[in-house]
């Protein structure tokens, strides 16, 4: 839930379980497409938790500079009054939160579990 408020640590690790527990459960399953679908959904969700957490413009436009986003874009979607799901999904947001970012803060992901697992 993006309601729930906790930190980003401590989400990713019941996240993790969850992720290596269903994958330990559907690890025969011969659908990886299926996999790289759902982790792309799942990604687009770790971005609007993200986004939520960052709360005020100027958190928003301050985090963006930091990671990245040249000053006028970082402005222009930090002040943005779109809503969480379509910020996540925009370009400016994907990438300052790559996958790399992702996987530096310790996230699994359904399809590289799915093939660890394989």
């Not at 930091?66 to 910020?87: E, H, K, P, T």
């Amino acid at each position: 839930s993006r309601k729930w408020s906790v930190s980003m640590d401590f989400r990713i690790g019941k996240l993790n379980r969850y992720v290596r527990g269903w994958m330990g459960y559907f690890r025969l399953s011969e659908t990886p497409k299926k996999f790289t679908e759902l982790d792309k959904w799942f990604r687009s969700r770790m971005r609007q938790i993200r986004w939520k957490e960052w709360k005020l413009p100027r958190t928003r436009v301050k985090n963006l500079r930091r990671l990245g986003v040249i000053m006028d874009f970082a402005y222009q979607w930090g002040n943005s009054s779109r809503g969480y799901w379509r910020v996540a999904g925009s370009p400016i947001l994907k990438k300052a939160l790559p996958n790399s970012y992702w996987e530096e803060l310790g996230l699994i992901f359904f399809r590289r579990a799915w093939d660890r697992f394989r």
